[in-house]
């Protein structure tokens, strides 16, 4: 059964940090590449950081540029996003995806909320 569960979501202040993390099962990890993306309150979906399937690679939406960094261990079917500098309009549901060619999964998401 494939399963992502994130986890390390919660309440912080502007400027504090925050270390989510999406344990996997069910499917070969080493195969995936894998995103974390972020929905806020009415508006859309967005990416907000990629890794590749070996870690090789990775990408990271403007505006957490310099601020998140994006990691995964193979061994261990972890995928992580520790995020620094947070600020309020980090707030947001974070879910993580796995995708290997047509395949999708996705996880339930954690809440982060940046406020004073």
Known sequence: QVQLVESGGGLVQPGGSLRLSCAVSGFALSN??????????????????????????????????????????????????????LKPEDTAMYYC?????????WGQGTQVTVSS
């Open 97 to 105: 995806k796995a995708t290997w060619g047509q395949r999708a999964y």
């Open 32 to 85: 995936y590449a894998m995103s974390w993306y972020r929905q806020a309150p009415g508006k859309e979906r967005e990416l907000v950081a990629s890794i590749s399937s070996l870690g090789s690679y990775t990408n990271y939406h403007d505006s957490v540029k310099g601020r998140f960094t994006i990691s995964r261990d193979n061994t261990k079917k972890t995928l992580a996003l520790q995020m620094n500098s």
